[in-house]
């Protein structure tokens, strides 16, 4: 089974407006963070927002906001108010620790967002 | 306060040289990752270390590929004879620490080295 499932291979949206990127994930860990990633066309790894599974509010970083649902193991990212500069791929990675006693990062396949003016 | 750094940030080599990627994890950071990235793909873990040792290396081929993060210098990712196939983008990332079950252990990314092979 996929840890981390993007759906999303594309998405366009409209500058100013809000898109939610999806991410679903597994693990059977209490304890795992979740992570959402940007690469630009240039190709370097943005960071952008984390939620630990032990974190009751939701992660918000500026214009992004991670909207956990624990229940459903989903962790969708929000852009609110997009920009021209929003447009990338952007990645939802998690955190685990595995049977070694050390903590390993998988990441999903990304979804490619569009911005269109 | 300089962040990860990896070079060459491109790399050129025909098929059967041998590619050497370098990464420099941040200041204070003592566990390396080496991630691949095929075209159009997400990031692929390769491996794992922390100083003069390999943690994990499950995601590393066992022929061609080794890695290493000796006690002073940088990691080092080494591809013997290169193929086609070999051609990606290979980010390293550092974290200060690899443990800790409620720690928050954002991994650090560096630019990533672009190899293709001719």
């Known amino acids: 089974a996929q840890k981390i499932t993007q759906t999303q291979p594309g998405m366009f949206v409209q500058e100013k407006e809000a898109v939610t990127l999806d991410c679903t994930y597994d693990t059977s860990d209490q304890s795992y963070g979740l992570f959402w990633y940007k690469q630009p066309s240039s190709g370097e790894m943005i960071f952008l927002i984390y939620q630990g599974s032990y974190d009751e509010q939701n992660a918000t970083e500026g214009r992004y906001s991670l909207n956990f649902q624990k229940a459903r193991k989903s962790a969708n990212l929000v852009i609110s108010a997009s920009q021209l500069g929003d447009s990338a791929m952007y990645f939802c990675?998690?955190?685990?620790?595995?049977?070694?006693?050390?903590?390993?990062?998988?990441f999903g396949i990304g979804t490619k967002l569009q911005v269109i003016p | 306060n300089a962040g990860v750094m990896q070079n060459p940030r491109h790399l050129v080599r025909r098929r059967g040289q041998e590619a050497r990627l370098r990464c420099s994890p941040m200041?204070?950071?003592?566990?390396v990752y080496w991630y691949r990235q095929l075209p159009e793909e997400g990031l692929k873990f390769m491996v794992y270390?922390?100083?003069?040792?390999?943690?994990?290396e499950s995601g590393m081929p066992k022929e061609r590929f080794s890695a290493e993060f000796p006690k002073e210098g940088p990691s080092i990712l080494r591809i013997q004879q290169v193929v086609r196939g070999d051609s990606a983008a290979y980010f390293c990332?550092?974290?200060?620490?690899?443990?800790?079950?409620?720690?928050?252990?954002?991994?650090?990314f560096g630019p990533g080295t672009r190899l293709t092979v001719l």
């Open positions: 270390l922390q100083k003069e040792n390999i943690i994990d």
């Open positions: 990675a998690m955190r685990e620790m595995n049977s070694g006693g050390y903590q390993k990062v998988t």
């Open positions: 200041k204070g950071h003592s566990h």
């Open positions: 990332a550092s974290s200060p620490t690899g443990a800790g079950a409620r720690s928050y252990n954002e991994q650090f």
